[in-house]
């Protein structure tokens, strides 16, 4: 059974943030309550090979390569790679698309990628054991594995008729928000920490960003719990 959300704030951030196609490309954005991380996070990118898993219309990706990225972004939906491809070539930029499964990424050879880089594609992947298998493949030791998630608290919460915010669903449920392209799994923080252990990572970042005011009519929680959960995790071992 599929609980239904109330807000768009559970689908894919490429496409439900308000005005999507005009999201910035001066910096990777891994969310919509979220300035610019990129130097805090992954520091100097010229020369790097970074895969942006997920990367739907490609604002993310573009925003890498202006930075001297060797980028390789994958999306599993065709239009959003048509997207991207289309805002590449606005932007003159260089970029590898790969439409595949999120977790078919058999194009990258094992220990080739600087980076791997993920804004809120994860939150429609139940099984995250494997995205986090074929992560470590491709990671060379000690590399990154950057993603965000909309944050477990929210995915509680739901707004009501009188413009209340109430909370609608117990915190260990696994039931998925929304339905069709619009799903989002609730990953929990001991869930992310077993399935990123088991696949041989070391988190080494977590950060919950104080929200951005005006995301309050996207999403309910806003202005009261987190809204996006940051992970970087490193590669460890061969």
Not at 83 to 95: F, G, N, S
Not at 166 to 172: D, E, L, T, Y
Not at 210 to 221: K, L, M, R
Request: with cysteine; proline share 6%; charged share 20%.
């Amino acid at each position: 059974m599929t609980e239904n959300a109330t807000s768009p704030a559970w689908a894919r951030y490429s496409t439900a943030f308000p005005n999507a196609v005009d999201r910035t490309t001066d910096f990777f954005t891994l969310g919509p309550d979220l300035p610019s991380l990129d130097h805090r996070l992954f520091g100097d990118l010229r020369g790097k090979r970074v895969v942006d898993l997920g990367c739907g219309m490609g604002h993310g990706s573009i925003a890498l390569a202006r930075q001297g990225a060797k980028v390789i972004a994958v999306d599993a939906d065709p239009t959003q790679i048509a997207h991207a491809r289309v805002l590449a070539e606005q932007h003159a930029v260089k970029i590898e698309l790969h439409h595949a499964d999120l977790a078919d990424i058999a194009f990258c050879r094992s220990a080739s990628v600087d980076l791997l880089i993920s804004c809120y594609a994860l939150a429609g992947i139940q099984d995250l054991d494997r995205i986090f298998r074929q992560a470590h493949r491709v990671l060379q030791p000690e590399a990154a594995f950057l993603f965000s998630l909309p944050h477990p608290f929210t995915t509680l919460l739901r707004a009501a008729g009188d413009g209340s915010i109430r909370v609608a669903r117990a915190s260990n449920s696994r039931l998925p928000l929304g339905e069709g392209p619009m799903i989002t799994y609730p990953h929990q923080f001991a869930d992310l920490h077993t399935s990123l252990t088991r696949a041989n990572f070391r988190i080494d970042v977590m950060l919950e960003p104080e929200p951005d005011a005006s995301t309050q009519a996207f999403n309910p929680g806003a202005g009261w719990l987190p809204t996006t959960l940051v992970v970087r995790a490193r590669k460890e071992g061969s």
